[in-house]
């Protein structure tokens, strides 16, 4: 089973300040079909998860563009160019290269 | 809109039965996969296992000898059921459509509370 391990675990942002998440996994999430099954998510407090970024890097429908993903093989980053209020909650990782399907531990973002 | 809702018992006892069906509306159920995620109060998120449309299932292993998920095409249903359940499997069970060519978890459930308490 694959390990993704993000850092750091809390993060308390200024509005309008950048914020940095990494991602890193325990073996390469590189498919055999050249595709990168690495995927982030934001749990908003009392609500489901959503999608954010699919395959690395690209935006799902509707996600500002300050919300960026970068990364390759074992080393994943989610950024936040302008950090807004609706963007607290708690940002997750997870891996769909290989089965079962892992999250990482979840980063917590607040606004200070 | 796509819509999933999860239904079924908030409470279980302790070695009895979870049982949890997920109703999509707004799409068929075919042919994507669609999945079982939970999430302990206060804790991650943890991925249990999906199903195919065409009854094919893939489970986590840590779950896998406990776990059975169905899938009802005819009624746009996929269930889940976790046999033997302790204290430890009390939590917030989402169902999410899983790999659909493109996007993994793209609709979630609203969560249901499981607690497993005698």
Known sequence: EIVMTQTPLSLSVTPGQPASISCKSSRSLLHSDGKTYLYWYLQRPGQSPQLLIYEVSSRFSGVPDRISGSGSGTDFTLKISRVEAEDVGVYYCMEATHLPRTFGQGTKVEIK | ?118
């Not at chain 2, 840590?62 to 009802?72: A, E, G, H, Q, Y």
């Not at chain 2, 659909?100 to 978890?105: D, H, I, K, M």
């Open chain 2, 1 to 118: 809109q796509v819509q999933l809702r999860e239904s079924g018992p908030g409470l279980v006892k302790p070695s009895e039965t979870l049982s949890l069906i997920c109703t999509v509306s707004g799409v068929s159920i075919s042919p994507s996969y669609w999945s079982w995620i939970r999430q302990p109060p206060g804790k991650g998120l943890e991925w249990i296992g999906y199903i195919y449309y065409t009854g094919t299932t893939n489970y986590n292993p840590s779950l896998k000898s406990r776990v059975t998920i169905s899938v009802d095409t005819s009624k746009n249903q996929f269930s889940l059921s976790l046999t033997s359940v302790t204290a430890a499997d009390t939590a917030i069970y989402y169902c999410a459509r899983d790999y659909s060519g493109t996007y993994v978890f793209d609709y979630w459930g609203q969560g249901a509370l499981v607690t497993v308490s005698s």
